[in-house]
């Protein structure tokens, strides 16, 4: 092995360790924002209208929701969230009070609106049998 | 530079790459869609999973307009129209449907049965207001609820309701079928880890994409108790379907009235709060969620007993949870004890 050969692979090696460290440092940031803090996502018709931290709602802060027929408001807990308002016949979503867990969801047939938390907690769920 | 040195660079790269976790992950399609007066959510994992997506969504849609009787055009609402008038011929799916519906309502005892429509109508559970029939009424209208009285003819593949005035509703049948057709075209894509939930009843296909098992939380009939979830099923490959009181109801004079009836009395079914199956056929576990549903922890652990493929987690009005059968081995109950007050409300 020349000197020229060294330099080159000293040179390869720094180059391949750099861009490896910054792939596994984005890799890990995003998990850190993906999955450990669970979020909140508002559909509409089955389109995403909002995503934010289930944190970001802080108990008593309301959001509204244009659905179908009219608006529906949720409201935030300490790290949950549920339906207040409606404007459907029969206010089940109401019924079903607060949601925290990713998987679970609240879904109010009539405005088209579905209230979901995703991400990941201890219980680690992917769905809701209800 | 010599080619040695070349090949070691080449491989290092490679190595690193390969170290960092550059391999393809597989592709993930979500989408949700209201068919079949629900919401039906499918995520799926692999390379062609968009286009599995779209085809499983195009194959429910089809099977809601087959199936839903409150479509004028659908089959089921040709059936009912004809109701002691004469034989309908129907696809080979509603027909199929029909003598699954028949099977298990033999089972059953008629604890689940396909011709409670006239019982829905008269109640009209979220349509009229708190409306609770007289017992003369009920008893008027029970005359028309019995399976025995549809007549399948398989040869001519015709189904006759032969009593003026019976009407079939396959709302306890359709969306379970409806996801067990869905998954069999995502797997027809390549798709073996995909999770699809058609109002509640749920496929969890294969496994996560990070291999464990798949995680499905079944929600507490009473969440006014302080508890969202009654327990959680780690599993693969099944589905979980679950009948509860608390998806359509009114509450009037103390009493819940909800949409799940007893086909023998007339009345919302009142023996359990909550009734989940898991099992290998949705369908299959659709009926079997409100057969259990209707016959109460007891008949309805002897019905599972009988079944050996599906496994079943009950809920009393008192908040006593039974567990019955197969698939249920790694079941974890994660609610609160004596939470439960008056549960029957």
């Known amino acids: ?130 | 530079m010599r080619k040695t040195t070349m090949k070691v660079a080449v491989l290092l790269v490679l190595t690193v790459i390969w170290l960092s976790g550059c391999k393809r992950a597989p592709k993930e399609a979500h989408r949700t869609e209201f068919l079949m007066d629900t919401t039906i959510t499918i995520t799926a994992y692999g390379s062609q999973s968009e286009q599995a997506v779209e085809a499983a969504f195009a194959e429910m849609r089809r099977l809601a307009d087959l199936m839903n009787a409150n479509d004028s055009n659908s089959e089921v609402a040709l059936i009912n129209k004809n109701a002691g008038l004469k034989p309908v011929r129907v696809s080979p799916e509603t027909f199929k449907l029909l003598e699954m519906s028949l099977e298990y309502s033999e089972l059953s005892n008629g604890a689940f049965d396909v011709t409670v429509r006239p019982l829905v109508e008269l109640w009209g559970i979220g349509k009229k207001d708190k409306y609770v029939p007289s017992e003369d009424e009920i008893q008027q209208v029970l005359k028309l609820v019995d399976y025995r009285k549809i007549i399948l003819d398989p040869q001519k593949r015709t189904v006759f309701l032969s009593v003026p005035g019976m009407g079939i509703d396959l709302g306890g049948v359709a969306k379970g079928y409806a996801a067990d057709q869905a998954k069999e075209v995502l797997k027809k894509y390549k798709v073996n880890s995909a999770l699809i939930g058609a109002g509640g009843n749920i496929w969890a296909m294969g496994v996560r994409p990070d291999g464990q098992k798949w995680r499905i939380g079944i929600r507490h009939p009473r969440p006014e108790t302080g508890n969202q979830l009654m327990a959680v099923l780690p599993c693969q490959d099944v589905t979980v379907v679950t009948s509860g009181d608390y998806e359509r109801y009114f509450v009037r004079d103390g009493m819940r009235y909800h949409h799940i009836f007893d086909p023998r009395t007339g009345r919302p079914a009142n023996k359990l709060i909550s009734a989940t199956v898991v099992g290998t056929n949705s369908a299959e576990a659709d009926i079997l969620s409100t057969a259990l549903f209707v016959l109460g922890a007891e008949q309805g652990q002897t019905l599972i007993g009988k079944l050996e493929h599906a496994g079943a987690v009950l809920m009393t009005p008192e908040s006593q949870v039974f567990k019955a059968g197969s698939h249920l081995s790694e079941l974890e109950l994660v609610y609160e004890e004596g939470k439960t007050s008056d549960a029957r409300r």
Not at chain 1, 12 to 40: C, E, M, R
């Open chain 1, 1 to 130: 092995m020349t000197q020229g050969d060294k330099t080159v692979l000293i040179v390869v090696l720094l180059v391949v360790l750099l861009v490896g460290g910054f792939i596994w440092l984005w890799k890990n940031h995003s998990q850190v924002t993906d999955v450990d803090v669970p979020q909140v996502v508002i559909e509409v018709n089955g389109e995403i209208k909002e995503q934010f931290p289930l944190t970001d709602l802080e108990p008593g802060d309301r959001r509204q929701i244009e659905g179908a027929l009219g608006y529906s408001v949720v409201k935030g807990g300490e790290n949950k969230v549920m339906m207040v308002e409606s404007p459907c016949p029969d206010k089940i979503c109401i019924g079903m009070g607060w949601i925290s867990h990713p998987g679970e969801a609240i879904v109010c047939l009539p405005n088209r609106v579905i209230i979901r938390v995703i991400g990941s907690d201890k219980l680690d769920l992917d769905g809701v049998s209800q």
